[in-house]
C-alpha cells in the first residue's frame, strides 16, 4: 500500500496554548483510518490543519506527494480531499440537490452534468427521495449524509470524516457504518476517521493513531491500540467496556 | 409554455403598449417604476444571491452618472461611450471596495458600513471637484425633445420608458441566467453558508468579487440613464445614503433573492408613493416627510407579516417556483 496522506511533525499553538505538539501519522490509498482520542487531544485541530482552515506552525502535510500545508480549504478541496464538518453545514435554502450540485461543480464543467452526477450521488445515500426539500428540513441523520453527498460529490480521493457519528442513534450510526463500508468497497476511497464514538471506528476503522495532547501516542490495528498499554491509561481507562 | 412565462409573456406585452394609452404622468411613474425595479434587480445580485449587504450602492449610480455625464458635458460624447466607461468605472470601484473587505475579513455589518462609507466619501469628494460642477451641479445640455436622437439619447418620454423597459427585461434575463450558472450556485452557497462553500472548492472571494463586479457595472447603467433622464447631477443627492436605500426597498419588500421581487417590488413602492403623494396634496396635508412615514410603516408590515417579502407568497399561491 503507497501512502496517500503523511503528516509530519506537526504542531499549531492558539495564544500560547499548544494544542498539536508534534503530530505524524500515515495514511495508506484505500484505507479506512481513524485519528482518536481523548477530549481537548487535539483531534479537532489535526483534523483543520489537513482541512486548510488553519496553517501549521511547524510540520508538514504531503498529499499524494504533494505538500499541501498552507493551503486555502478550496485549495484543498480541489487537490481531492473532500470533507465534512462535525456542526453540520447545510445551505439551508437550496434544495438537498443543488446542495449537492454545488460540489459536483468542482467536477463537471456544466450545470446539467453537475445536476446529473449530484443525483447519483444522492442514490447513493438514500436521500434521492428527499432531492427537492431545502435542506433545511432534514433530520439530523439526513444532514450528515448530504455532507457526505457534498463532500463525495467533489470526487475526492480522500474523504475526512470530522466526528460524523456525533448525535446519532445506534441504530442511525450502524446504517452510516453501512454506507461508508459501502463506499470504500465500490468505489475505493481512502476515508479518514475523527471520531469519538468508538462502535463506528472500531466497526470501520483498519488502522488508528491515537492522539494525547497534541501527540500520536500510538498508531496499529483496531486490536493492537486497544491492548496498547499507553492508549489503555490515557484513553481508554480500565473500565472501559469495547 | 409554462405558467410564468405566460404570465411574463403578458406582462412584457402590456409594458410594451403601455406608452400608446398612458398619459405623460402613468408614463413617468411607470418609467420610475422600471428604474427602481432594475436598480434594485442589480443590488440583488450582490445581497440577494451572493449574501453580500450593499448600503451604497448610491455610489456606483453616481459614478455612471457623472462618467457619461461628464464625457457628454464636457466633449459632447454621447451615452454609447460612456455606457462602457460607466461600467468599467463602476465595476472597478466595486472590485476595489470588495478586495479591501474580503482581504481583510470585513464582513456582514462591517461590511455594509465600508459600502455607506465609500459612498459617503466620494459624495464628499465629488462636491470638491471642479469636473463635476461640485455642490452647483451639473447641468447636461437639453435638446429639443420632439424627436428621437437615439445617438444622444434623446426623445420624448416614451423613448426613455423603453430604454428602461429593455433594460429591466434584460436583467430579468441575465439574472434568471446566472441563477442558473455556476456563479448562482457558487453564490447562494456562499450566501447560505461560506465554510461549507470553500470547503467544496469554491474560491470564495473571487466569486464574490465577480458578484460585486456585475452588481456594479449593472448599477452604473442606472446612473448612466438618470443623467440622460434628469439632465441634472449633484453629488449631494444621486451619492445619498437616502437613495441607496430607495434601491435596496424595491428587492426588501418584493422578495430579496428572488428574480420578481425587486419589479414587484419596486412598482409597489412607486405607486404608494404616488398615491400618498397625492392623497396628501388631495387632503392639504403637505408635511415634509410623509411620504417617508408612511414607507416606514410599510417596511415594517412586510418585515413582521411577509419577510420573505411579497413575491414568495404570491408566487407559491400562482405556483410559479421562485
Known amino acids: 500500500m503507497t501512502e496517500l496522506l503523511r503528516a509530519h511533525g506537526l504542531a499549531k499553538s492558539f495564544r500560547g496554548l499548544k494544542a498539536v505538539a508534534s503530530a505524524s501519522f500515515d495514511v495508506a490509498e484505500g484505507e479506512i483510518a481513524a485519528l482518536i482520542g481523548p477530549n481537548g487531544a487535539g483531534k479537532t485541530t489535526v483534523f483543520n490543519l489537513i482541512a486548510g482552515v488553519h496553517a501549521p506552525d511547524a510540520g508538514t502535510i504531503h498529499f499524494g506527494g504533494r505538500p499541501i500545508h498552507g493551503l486555502r480549504p478550496d485549495q484543498i478541496c480541489a487537490a481531492g480531499i473532500g470533507r465534512t464538518f462535525q456542526l453540520v453545514k447545510p445551505f439551508p435554502t437550496l434544495s438537498v440537490l443543488d446542495n449537492v450540485v454545488v460540489g459536483a461543480l468542482r467536477v463537471e464543467r456544466t450545470v446539467a452534468g453537475a445536476r446529473a452526477a449530484a443525483l447519483a450521488v444522492l442514490g447513493r445515500l438514500g436521500l434521492e427521495a428527499r432531492a427537492a426539500h431545502p435542506a433545511a428540513t432534514l433530520t439530523l441523520s439526513d444532514r450528515r449524509r448530504l455532507e457526505i453527498a457534498r463532500a463525495l460529490a467533489t470526487r475526492p480521493r480522500l474523504l475526512l470524516l470530522d466526528e460524523v457519528m456525533a448525535g446519532l442513534r445506534p441504530t442511525e450510526c450502524d446504517q452510516l457504518v453501512e454506507v461508508f463500508r459501502g463506499l470504500h468497497r465500490s468505489e475505493g476511497v481512502t476515508i479518514l476517521l475523527i471520531e469519538h464514538v468508538m462502535r463506528a471506528v472500531m466497526a470501520l476503522a483498519q488502522r488508528i493513531a491515537v492522539l494525547d495532547r497534541g501527540e500520536v501516542i500510538a498508531t496499529g490495528t483496531p486490536g493492537e491500540v486497544v491492548n496498547d498499554p499507553a492508549v489503555l491509561s490515557c484513553y481508554l481507562g480500565e473500565d472501559t467496556e469495547l | ?322
Open chain 2, 1 to 322: 409554455m409554462t405558467r410564468a412565462a405566460r404570465l411574463l409573456a403578458i406582462l412584457l406585452v402590456a409594458a410594451v403598449v403601455f406608452p400608446w394609452i398612458a398619459g405623460p404622468y402613468a408614463l413617468s411613474v411607470a418609467t420610475l417604476i422600471l428604474y427602481f425595479a432594475y436598480t434594485s434587480q442589480a443590488w440583488n445580485v450582490m445581497m440577494g444571491f451572493a449574501g453580500q449587504l450593499s448600503l451604497g450602492h448610491a455610489l456606483y449610480v453616481g459614478i455612471g452618472a457623472y462618467a457619461a455625464g461628464a464625457l457628454y458635458y464636457h466633449l459632447g460624447i454621447g451615452p454609447w461611450a460612456g455606457l462602457p466607461l460607466a461600467i468599467a468605472v463602476a465595476a472597478l470601484a466595486g472590485v476595489i471596495i470588495g478586495w479591501l473587505a474580503f482581504r481583510f475579513g470585513v464582513a456582514g455589518v462591517y461590511f455594509a458600513l465600508l459600502t455607506i462609507a465609500f459612498a459617503e466619501f466620494t459624495r464628499i469628494g465629488f462636491d470638491h471637484m471642479a469636473w463635476t460642477g461640485g455642490p452647483g451641479g451639473m447641468f447636461l445640455p437639453v435638446a429639443e425633445r420632439d424627436h428621437i436622437d437615439l445617438l444622444h439619447f434623446r426623445g420624448p418620454p416614451a423613448l426613455y420608458y423603453y430604454a428602461m423597459l429593455a433594460l429591466t427585461a434584460g436583467a430579468l434575463a441575465l439574472c434568471a441566467r446566472l441563477l442558473d450558472s455556476r456563479a448562482g450556485y457558487y453564490w447562494r452557497a456562499i450566501r447560505d453558508n461560506e465554510d461549507a462553500a470553500q470547503a467544496l472548492g469554491v474560491h470564495v472571494f473571487r466569486w464574490k468579487l465577480l458578484a460585486v463586479a456585475i452588481s456594479a457595472g449593472m448599477t452604473a447603467i442606472s446612473g448612466v440613464f438618470f443623467a440622460f433622464y434628469y439632465n441634472n447631477l449633484f453629488p449631494e443627492q444621486i451619492f445619498s445614503t437616502g437613495r441607496s436605500i430607495e434601491i435596496i426597498l424595491g428587492s426588501v419588500i418584493g422578495g430579496v433573492g428572488t428574480l420578481f421581487g425587486p419589479i414587484l417590488g419596486a412598482a409597489a413602492l412607486t405607486l404608494l408613493s404616488e398615491a400618498v403623494t397625492a392623497a396628501l396634496a388631495a387632503l392639504g396635508w403637505e408635511v415634509p416627510g410623509a411620504k417617508q412615514v408612511v414607507y416606514g410603516v410599510v417596511l415594517l408590515g412586510v418585515v413582521v407579516f411577509l419577510p420573505h417579502g411579497i413575491w414568495p407568497p404570491l408566487a407559491h399561491r400562482l405556483g410559479i417556483r421562485r
